[in-house]
């Protein structure tokens, strides 16, 4: 839920290895759209939020070019992409934009980023997975994308007594009196937001968490974990185990996924307590695991069904108690394992930028794209005014478990620098 300093406003920043012309992309984009009737909606306000159709569609409202690393515009692409991003919704039309980026003054230079595009929205209009199938539909020649939510094996085989236990639990919790954490995580929120973004070899991962035998997002939230520690004592709190948001998607058919808000916000306690890189890993693992045979999953699923009938002030309520009794938000994405290009421009990688909530000063975003893991962070300055400190400790975390399993840690990829491509 929107308030007047967490907008829940989303993105998908594609690095390019060529900048398209504007006229480019607004022809595929509008094919795009002329098959999705939901971007030519507005959101109307007066009661209960509905959807209607504008009748002052205007692409070229909604899909326009960004020049950086010239005088008068920004030096960098992330500078680029905060000024967008912070860019207010016109509530009367469409809640999306599509932006190209173009870099005019290092075009020449290898490492520089020449061109990007980021298409963001309003939550209402989609949840990440919908953004992504957007993107895979701006690629054409290419497979839609589609995952699995975690949890669903488990959903089919859950029983229902426990199911119930865990939601009464839940629903519990959420009138809770919240607790005030001391974390530097969380605090006051400004409509300031600072990103940042890295890429790492996903090959290497897999066989980390092949060595662990643990699932590539126990092992994600694991090194998380270790880094968030980290982040901690270096500030000199003391760490104490945090609840992360872990957005699950609730799609019934994975293999058609389309632009739609289609997930349930599931809680999960992280072990920033366990001193251990390799132990705190397999303690996000167990953790994880309990909350399958608890059939937590499902039983957010129903309470956001039940809670989506009350009226909209109920519900923000509702979900401004969950944010004060959470840190942050983390969302895990798969895309596709090929190679893609828009107007003929090849996708370097694919990088989210998730919503804060109410009181959160940070988001993190992983998505798998070809032999890649594509990092991103979106800050809240006013709470954590250097994201790229939060990067570097989720990378020296990946490097100790690589060198404790023997198993190289040179990463291919380069690190991410303000002026230079995110690979």
């Not at 070229?60 to 005088?71: A, C, I």
């Not at 934009?97 to 005019?104: D, I, K, Q, W």
């Not at 389309?258 to 997930?263: F, K, M, P, S, W």
């Amino acid at each position: 839920m929107d308030t007047d300093t967490t907008k829940q406003v989303i993105g998908c920043l594609c690095l390019l290895d060529r900048a398209p012309s504007l006229d480019e992309a607004k022809a595929v984009v509008a094919e795009v759209v002329a098959t999705s009737p939901r971007l030519r909606d507005r959101v109307t306000k007066g009661g209960k939020l509905r959807w209607e159709r504008s009748s002052t569609f205007d692409l070229d409202h909604h899909v326009t070019e960004e020049v950086f690393g010239l005088r008068n515009t920004a030096a960098t692409l992330d500078e680029a992409v905060e000024r967008v991003f912070l860019r207010p919704l016109d509530e009367a039309r469409p809640p999306w934009r599509f932006t190209l980026f173009a870099n005019r003054r290092d075009e020449n230079t290898p490492d520089a980023p020449r061109a990007a595009f980021l298409f963001s929205g309003h939550h209402a209009l989609s949840d990440g997975l919908g953004g992504l199938a957007f993107i895979e539909r701006l690629c054409r020649g290419t497979k839609l994308a589609h995952a699995t939510p975690t949890f669903s094996k488990h959903q089919a085989n859950s029983t229902r007594p426990p199911i119930f236990k865990t939601a009464a639990q839940i629903f519990g919790l959420m009138f809770r009196q919240a607790t005030t954490s001391t974390s530097p995580l969380v605090g006051e929120n400004t409509s300031l937001r600072k990103f940042t973004a890295s890429t790492l070899s996903l090959d290497e991962l897999l066989l980390q968490k092949s060595k662990l035998g643990v699932t590539l997002n126990d092992l994600l939230l694991g090194l998380l974990s270790r880094a968030l520690t980290q982040f901690h004592t270096v500030r000199g709190h003391r760490a104490e185990d945090l609840t992360a948001i872990v957005p699950v998607s609730i799609r019934r058919n994975a293999n058609e996924i389309q632009l739609g808000n289609q997930l349930i916000p599931v809680s999960l306690k992280l072990p920033l307590t366990v001193t251990d890189l390799i132990e705190q890993i397999r303690a996000v693992r167990a953790r994880v695991n309990e909350m399958k045979e608890n059939g937590s999953a499902v039983a957010y699923r129903a309470l956001v069904e039940l809670i989506g009938r009350l009226p909209d002030s109920v519900q923000k309520r509702l979900c401004e108690r969950q944010a004060r009794q959470t840190h942050f938000i983390c969302t895990n994405v798969p895309a596709s394992r090929e190679a893609q290009s828009f107007c003929g421009a090849t996708i370097l990688g694919k990088y989210g930028l998730p919503a804060l909530l109410h009181g959160h000063g940070v988001g993190f975003s992983f998505i798998t794209y070809t032999n890649k893991l594509c990092v991103s962070l979106i800050t809240d300055p006013n709470v954590i005014d250097d994201p790229g400190e939060l990067l570097t400790l989720f990378r020296e975390a990946k490097a100790e478990l690589a060198q404790r399993l023997g198993i190289g840690g040179q990463e291919p990829v380069l690190d991410h620098q303000p002026t230079s491509a995110y690979h």
